[in-house]
């Protein structure tokens, strides 16, 4: 891709809760031609996701909270089931997922596995998405959770048999594609037989 693209404008159009620009650029197709293209991105920083499972129980934390770009799309009531997650904060990713699995859920981790990393809407953000898995049990929770009020967060934390997940993915309970990839991976990997 090194010379397929030269930036030629890139205007701010708000930079309110997260930059969105307006770029033009000139992308050269594959048969050397040259194409004017304009395009909007969306940034809002890179973020991590995690799904704390309890193997021994077969079961797994989840999030519920208001969402309103989903309320605006048509969510009934804008709240989503959602893996723990959180922007990174200039810091490493397990040093945030760590963080937000304490903000949001009030459990203090201990040992995080790395699964990979993701776009999950490369058309228009750039974030990029550092995907964990972590053990919990009843030791793992110490403090309140519920999210940073202050961020207008109110995050009900939920426990569901990992079967029962699943299946509210089938009926359309849960949406997010976060939450959907993580729970896809723990049941393809056999992480909880």
């Given amino acids: 891709m090194e010379d397929r693209v030269r930036v030629k404008e890139v205007k701010v159009l708000s930079d309110d809760w997260y930059v969105l620009k307006k ?13 004017t293209i304009s395009r909007e991105t ?3 920083g890179n973020g991590a996701t995690i799904l704390l499972y309890n193997r021994d129980r077969k079961t797994v934390l989840l ?11 048509g969510c009934r009531n804008g709240m989503l089931i959602e893996a723990c997650a ?3 904060e200039n810091e490493r990713a397990e040093d945030a997922i760590r963080r937000e699995s304490e ?3 009030g459990y203090i981790l201990g040992p995080v596995t790395k699964l990979f990393e993701a776009y999950m809407s490369p058309g228009s953000v750039t974030e990029k998405l550092h995907f964990f898995i972590a053990e919990y049990d009843a030791s793992s929770k110490r403090v309140e959770g519920g999210g940073d009020a202050n961020h207008g967060e109110e995050i ?28 896809q991976y723990v049941k393809l990997k056999r992480i909880i037989d």
């Fill in 63 to 73: 999030t519920r909270q208001f969402r309103f770009p989903a309320f605006v799309n």
């Fill in 156 to 183: 009900e934390v939920l426990e569901f048999d990992l079967d029962e997940a699943l299946q509210m993915i089938d009926i359309g309970e849960i949406q997010d594609g976060k939450t959907i990839m993580l729970l």
């Fill in 23 to 35: 770029t033009i650029f000139d992308f050269r197709r594959r048969d050397g031609s040259w194409q």
């Fill in 103 to 105: 903000e949001e859920i």
């Fill in 42 to 44: 969306y940034d809002r």
């Fill in 86 to 88: 959180g922007l990174l």
